[in-house]
């Protein structure tokens, strides 16, 4: 069976979680029009992937990599739908998820499912299997389904938008490099531009990788894009995150009134002991 919707992915490394993602969007319920694998990296054998439930296209730039927000955008703007699903290639879907989200899609809303976490990288993608053993973020657990909710909770594993509508927004800011920040850049502005975000009872499952808290593996990107962000909105983002790295010294303490410095590298030693035991 087959809707008029398209999937898009990124892909950088990781070819057993893509291979599970494939997996699970071929024992959906619907199948896509189309999936949009964008590479971020030189292509590989994989790059050649194929589907007998739906069409695969695999983009990529040869020699150079290719940044978080430019091969988000790069995938959108190759579907050929309105309809559009972003999952991250840690997702792994249930077979009723694109039923839920695309019943609830319509212009000027985007679309979010519920996440729950896997402590590993699972060999198969048995939805039903898997999700005996995932757990949930407890932040979300009161969290209205069927509903709207604040743009504050949205991620990009997983959400559903208009073609149209992200055209509208003006797709990712390429002005963001690596970690995180572009995400709050992409809400800000749907919210801005009076899309609501709504929450559906279907799920994905994440598949595991190792999370740092605070992300200080991540220092230079988000100090730089908190920059960027601070233009953009008169605010900082991932203040937790901001505070935190002021308090270990990586950071100028007084960064709301002299701006944002990294004051030194954290160590191999410090970067490992902030490794969390969380899946989220």
Not at 154 to 175: N, Q
Request: hydrophobic content about 40%.
């Amino acid at each position: 069976m087959h809707n008029d919707f398209s999937i898009v992915t990124i892909v950088k490394g990781r070819l057993r979680q893509l291979s599970n993602l494939i997996g699970s969007i071929e024992n959906a319920h619907l199948h896509p029009k189309e999936l949009i694998v964008v590479w971020m990296a030189p292509p590989c054998s994989e790059s050649l992937m194929t589907s007998e439930h739906f069409a695969i296209q695999h983009k990529f730039v040869a020699n150079e990599p290719l940044p978080i927000a430019k091969a988000r955008n790069k995938g959108f703007q190759a579907c050929t739908t309105d309809n559009i699903i972003y999952m991250d290639v840690d997702c792994i879907c249930s077979p009723d998820l694109f039923d839920g989200m695309l019943s609830s899609l319509q212009r000027q809303r985007v679309v979010m499912p519920q996440v729950r976490y896997l402590n590993s990288i699972p060999d198969n993608c048995d939805f039903h299997a898997l999700s005996m053993q995932a757990t949930g973020d407890p932040s979300n657990e009161w969290l209205p389904l069927n509903h709207d909710i604040a743009f504050d909770k949205f991620r990009t594993l997983a959400f559903a938008i208009t073609k149209t509508d992200f055209e509208t927004v003006g797709g990712f800011d390429e002005a963001f490099h690596g970690y995180g920040v572009g995400d709050l850049d992409f809400a800000s502005r749907c919210e801005t531009a009076g899309l609501s975000l709504f929450l559906v009872p279907g799920e994905v499952l994440h598949q595991y990788h190792p999370t740092f808290d605070p992300p200080i593996n991540h220092l230079f990107d988000i100090v730089n894009n908190a920059s960027v962000f601070k233009q953009k909105w008169g605010r900082y983002p991932l203040e937790h995150c901001l505070q935190k790295f002021a308090d270990e010294g990586l950071i100028n303490a007084d960064y709301h009134e002299t701006g944002l410095r990294v004051r030194r590298m954290p160590s191999q030693e410090e970067i490992h002991a902030h490794l969390s035991d969380k899946p989220f």
